[in-house]
């Protein structure tokens, strides 16, 4: 079942504390029979593109998948399941727009209090993503584990360290800070 890891975290990946709550990855039967699949693909590097793809061998082997801009959609045999979310994972998610960037946090302090600060980035394959910016290095952007103990910190002494860079690769699990899910570096890649 490792394709419902990478759909898992892709979903994941997608998630920022609004998307989650308007959208969503539908899997349905048929009465084919079958399987219908809707994944919705607003406000996510995906947005935007369209595709269209039919395979058919047999009245069990079969599926057609396409995408609107907006969802993408899909239609299967019973035994085609696997087959459309490989697709969506190697054809659709991999073909998204290099322009979008994801806000994604690295922990910067962890004495008392634990603080994360934002970069922005690109997906490039589950929960891989590749550094594109670091926005200026300000408290309000700062996300905090909890707001227990946030008196105690003298913001104006964080310092920015570990530094990131533009470029860098980091692998991202998707946390609750402070009741907001984000998506949080967990391990740098390539520095």
Known sequence: ???????SKWFASQCDGDWEHESCIKINTIDNPGWSISIDIRNTSLEGLEVSHEKSTSDLDWFKASSNGLVFSAFCGVENLTDVLNFFMSDVATRGNSDFFYD?????????VK????YKATLLEDNSFEI????????????????????????????DEPKLNAGDV?????????????????????H
């Open 1 to 7: 079942m490792e394709i419902i890891d990478h759909i």
């Open 115 to 118: 603080i994360w600060r934002p």
């Open 170 to 190: 980091v692998e991202c699990q998707l946390m609750n800070l402070a009741d907001y899910p984000a998506n949080v570096i967990t391990k740098v890649i390539n």
């Open 132 to 159: 594109k910016e670091a926005p200026d290095f300000s408290p309000k952007d700062f996300k905090f584990e909890s707001f227990d103990n946030i008196d105690k910190v003298d913001l104006s002494k964080v310092k």
């Open 104 to 112: 994604i946090y690295h922990q910067i302090h962890d004495q008392g």
